[in-house]
């Protein structure tokens, strides 16, 4: 099994100030291909998971360009240029070079 | 438009099997590099994932669990079943399914379905 681990666990943040939120693996995530299988996932309150990051640093479709994924290997960084009061919720990594595991959440709330 | 839709029963007793169906819409699990996904959320708690199966009829699941899970497709009518035998109450929470795309460059999970309780208790 590939653990995760993200920190902080709580992100208390001021709308219009950066954030940022590691993610570190037990292993490696870089692929021979130079794909990071590493992918980022926010869960507002309320609501499903929705894919923010892909394969390390690709943004989804739809996802503002404040959310940046960054990293390689096995540490990871989510960062959000400046937050809005809808960027509230947990935010997941998971990897998925080896079946899937996820990190515990970041819970970011507003200040 | 693609949409993933869980159900299950609400409650299940201690040591019963829960049965969960995914009915999805908008893609076809036939598909190279498509699969569909079950992940698990106790109340509070972190994401956890369960299972997967692909276009191909091959399937993963999480080892801690590995015992207890069974996976399924019918392609026909769109659906995925997991099975999760011997039900304890730490295995309540809710349940989602979600695609799965594992084709070149394109590596994610989503959409998401909405989720389904389930609670167990005797």
């Known amino acids: 099994d590939i653990v995760m681990s993200q920190s902080p666990l709580s992100l208390p943040v001021t709308p219009g100030e950066p954030a940022s939120i590691s993610c570190r693996s037990g292993?490696?995530?870089?692929?021979?291909?130079?794909?990071?299988?590493l992918e980022w996932y926010l869960q507002k309150p309320g609501q499903s998971p929705q894919l923010l990051i892909y394969?390390?640093?690709n943004r989804a479709s739809g996802v503002p360009d404040r959310f940046s994924g960054s990293g390689s290997g096995t540490d990871f960084t989510l960062k959000i240029s400046r937050v809005e009061a809808e960027d509230v919720g947990i935010y997941y990594c998971?990897?998925?070079?080896?079946?899937?595991?996820f990190g515990q959440g970041t819970k970011l709330e507003i200040k | 438009q693609i949409t993933l839709k869980e159900s299950s029963p609400t409650f299940v007793k201690p040591t019963e099997t829960l049965t969960l169906t995914c009915s999805f819409s908008?893609?076809?699990?036939?598909?190279?590099?498509?699969?569909v996904g079950w992940i698990r959320q106790a109340p509070g708690k972190a994401l956890e994932w369960l299972a997967i199966?692909?276009?191909?009829?091959?399937?993963r699941y999480n080892p801690s669990l590995k015992n207890r899970l069974t996976v399924a497709k019918d392609t026909s009518n769109n659906h995925v079943v997991l099975t999760m035998t011997d039900m304890d109450p730490v295995d309540a929470g809710t349940y989602f399914c979600?695609?799965?795309?594992?084709?070149?460059?394109?590596?994610?999970?989503?959409?998401w379905g909405q989720g389904t309780p389930v609670t167990v208790s005797s």
């Open positions: 292993r490696s995530l870089l692929h021979r291909n130079g794909n990071n299988y």
């Open positions: 979600a695609r799965r795309l594992v084709i070149v460059d394109s590596y994610w999970f989503g959409p």
């Open positions: 394969l390390g640093s």
């Open positions: 199966i692909y276009w191909d009829d091959s399937k």
């Open positions: 998971m990897q998925s070079l080896e079946a899937y595991s």
């Open positions: 908008g893609f076809s699990l036939t598909t190279p590099g498509v699969g």
